[in-house]
């Protein structure tokens, strides 16, 4: 090997893994996009689900999956000699180590696919038929699509175009979960008997738009990773490879991605007259998706005209999956995914360089047959698995977990945890708890009384403090939603709106005994005011007796 070999060989190995590392990454961005979406009862459950989905799927498409998808490649159309054990010995015992840079970039798409459908089943679905399901994604049902299509099968043999994965990986993705999440059915409360949709808001838009961006970040390494050859030699010249035309896929990605949130955002501001800001985040994704199968080869209008379609469809075609299909897609994985993929793989002959360089009618009806066999076996494939396996597990009644469990929510009877555990203690609102003193313990008046406050959330660190410093520290805090003298309002979540008439708040319980009540009512009155309506209310209730659990004492001693 030629000291030029050497290096081109080098610089294409650094690049690969720098676009690998760039699409794991993404999952950071899945993790925190669905964690955003979902209750906040059921926010570690989705954060494990995302890191179960690397850890199971990347070992199973080790052992099988790879081999499986060269396998179907060659038995599907691939030419050359090969064997079943030969196939699988290129990933497990390469002849070059340096072979397994192949295989991680090839794992980072097939755990992508996988990570999709956890998004469509949130809040419901029990753990270990994900987990199942995500077992026989990466070692079957993905490396089949692989195999049809980018290891030399039959549909890579009729010509379908597919670069990144818009329809291999999203596509494929987005049809898996919309039928995971119709055959296990929608979360509790989704519908009404009559069918009429309830909206049920995620916890943290926050948490969904950063995730948003994370994985508009981690695209590029999918997209413009995938000109995986930065440098080729031939007859001792060395010259660009697949980065030849890069500059093309970055600037249709970047393109797309801001055309799909505009096109989403405008329909959200024409139809509801918001701007809905989960829409412009989904919009960006869907636009992404959209130009990822076809980003080598697009003219830069198409580009924009491919996002502005992908983020306006999204709206329509999440509607259309609540209200017409009644299936419970929480985290809009068809309208982001499946459709947008199936729309970009479909445009591809109309705005292809070839086609606005030379256009023929003849070919672009073509270009569309094939290009609309591809998603049709893609998708036929994917639903048939997808439906036998949640089938199966409904049958078993596995397919989701109990509705007692259901309305706890999964985090605590899946996992044992609370996401936010710890939301009134001392440290989080700057009080020091070593400095804090009970008090005294000794009657005020011979009566022990509770003093009860509903207040904002966001004040309750300044309450605390507050009653510091009339040293009545001793509190229970909980979390509560109510109404009261504050007016409702209208929330809007997905293009969507709801009342929202119960307003989150927080109750503060503080017994005392040698502490007047009414010092202990001024300071949270104090801290508490805004002047607006919705401040809250303070009670104060007699106490007949209290008891300490540790010495046994009773009365104000016990306070």
């Excluded at 459950?45 to 099988?64: A, E, M, R």
């Excluded at 009342?499 to 319980?509: A, F, N, P, S, T």
């Amino acid at each position: 090997m030629s000291n030029l070999e050497v290096i081109a060989q080098g610089v294409n190995l650094l690049w690969v893994l720098v676009a690998t590392f760039l699409i794991f990454f993404m999952h950071a961005g899945f993790a925190m996009l669905e964690a955003g979406q979902v209750r906040s009862k059921n926010v570690a459950n989705q954060l494990t689900k995302n890191l179960l989905t690397w850890s199971v799927g990347v070992l199973t498409f080790f052992l099988v999956g790879a081999g499986l998808s060269n396998v179907v490649g060659h038995l599907t159309g691939a030419s050359g000699t090969w064997s079943v054990m030969g196939e699988f010995a290129a990933t497990l015992a390469p002849s070059d180590v340096n072979a397994w840079v192949d295989w991680l970039f090839g794992a980072v798409f097939a755990m992508t696919a996988a990570t999709i459908v956890s998004g469509a089943v949130a809040g419901r679905c029990k753990l270990r038929t994900y987990v199942t399901y995500t077992v026989l994604l990466a070692a079957v049902i993905y490396p089949v699509v692989v195999g049809f299509t980018w290891a030399g099968g039959f549909l890579s043999a009729l010509g379908f175009h597919d670069f990144a994965g818009g329809m291999v990986v999203h596509g494929m993705g987005g049809l898996a979960g919309l039928t995971a999440a119709w055959i296990i059915g929608p979360r509790i409360g989704r519908f009404e008997e009559d069918g009429t949709a309830n909206v049920i808001p995620g916890h943290s838009v926050t948490f969904a738009a950063l995730g948003t961006l994370i994985l508009a970040f981690g695209w590029y390494g999918f997209n413009v990773g995938t000109a995986a050859t930065v440098f080729a030699v031939d007859n001792g010249t060395i010259s660009l490879a697949a980065f030849e035309t890069v500059g093309r896929v970055a600037i249709v990605t970047t393109l797309g991605m801001t055309a799909g949130s505009l096109g989403a955002g405008t329909v959200s501001l024409i139809r509801t007259g918001k701007v809905d800001t989960l829409f412009v985040a989904n919009g960006l994704l869907a636009g992404l998706v959209g130009i990822t199968g076809i980003a080598d080869d697009i003219v830069w209008p198409g580009a924009i005209a491919v996002g502005l379609l992908a983020g306006a469809q999204l709206p329509f075609v999440f509607e259309f999956v609540e209200k017409r299909l009644k299936i419970d897609d929480v985290c809009a994985v068809f309208p982001v995914h499946g459709s947008a993929g199936i729309l970009g793989t479909l445009a591809y002959p109309l705005v292809a360089v070839g086609t606005w360089q030379s256009f023929s009618v003849g070919a672009v009806f073509s270009g569309l047959a094939v290009q609309a066999t591809g998603v049709a076996v893609i998708g036929l494939w994917t639903v048939c698995a997808t439906v036998l396996v949640f089938g199966g597990a409904r049958a078993l009644d596995q397919a989701r977990v109990t509705p007692r469990h259901e309305r706890e929510g999964l985090d605590a009877s899946e996992h044992g945890v609370e996401t936010y555990p710890e939301f009134g203690s001392d440290a989080a609102h700057g009080v020091v708890p070593e400095r804090l003193q009970t008090d005294g313990g000794r009657p005020n008046d011979g009566k022990i009384k509770l003093v009860t406050a509903i207040v904002r959330p966001d004040k309750l660190g300044d309450v605390k403090r507050s009653l510091a410093s009339v040293n009545a520290p001793s509190l229970t805090v909980t979390n509560v939603s109510g109404r009261g003298s504050q007016p409702a309002k209208m929330g809007q979540w997905r293009g969507e709106e709801y009342v929202v008439d119960l307003h989150q708040k927080v109750k503060i319980e503080c017994v005392v005994a040698d502490i007047p009540a009414e010092d202990v009512v001024d300071a949270i009155r104090d801290a508490a005011n805004t002047g607006e309506p919705g401040d809250g209310k303070i009670f104060i209730i007699p106490v007949e007796d209290a008891y300490q659990v540790r010495t046994g004492k009773r009365g104000a001693d016990a306070v």
